[in-house]
């Protein structure tokens, strides 16, 4: 069992920079890919980054390319996400995902409890 916890959300205006923290605990397996993923009030949950087991690889969503930039520190079983220039839009709970390599993506089994993260306009 892998425990997932995020921090590091808050209220901010817009333009303003956040960085996210997702701790692993429990049984960590290094080579679980890592993501990110987000839900707006009243929308579905979407993917918005994840990484590799190194940290070599990273995919983002179209909507943050740019702007956010996730990373991990495997040796802290913890992953990033650096959010810059942040939007109205980017209002949203924001999730930590871990989980092994799948056809090409992740079998994100493990979720985090969600930080909120709320741009002002």
């Known amino acids: 069992q892998v425990q997932l916890v995020e921090s590091g959300g808050g209220l901010v205006q817009a333009g303003d920079s956040l960085r996210l923290s997702c701790v692993a605990s429990?049984?960590?397996?290094?080579?679980?890919?890592m993501g990110w993923f987000r839900q707006a009030p009243g929308k579905e949950r979407e993917f918005v980054a994840r990484?590799?087991?190194?940290?070599?690889?990273?995919d983002y969503a179209d909507s943050v390319k740019g702007r956010f930039t996730i990373s991990r520190d495997t040796a802290k079983n913890t992953v990033y996400l650096q959010m810059n220039s942040l939007k109205p839009e980017d209002t949203a709970v924001y999730y930590c995902?871990?989980?092994?390599?799948?056809?090409?993506?992740?079998?994100?089994?493990?979720w985090g409890q969600g930080t909120q993260v709320t741009v002002s306009s």
């Open positions: 990484i590799n087991w190194s940290g070599g690889n990273t």
């Open positions: 995902a871990s989980g092994p390599p799948q056809a090409g993506n992740y079998e994100w089994e493990y």
């Open positions: 429990g049984r960590t397996f290094s080579y679980y890919g």
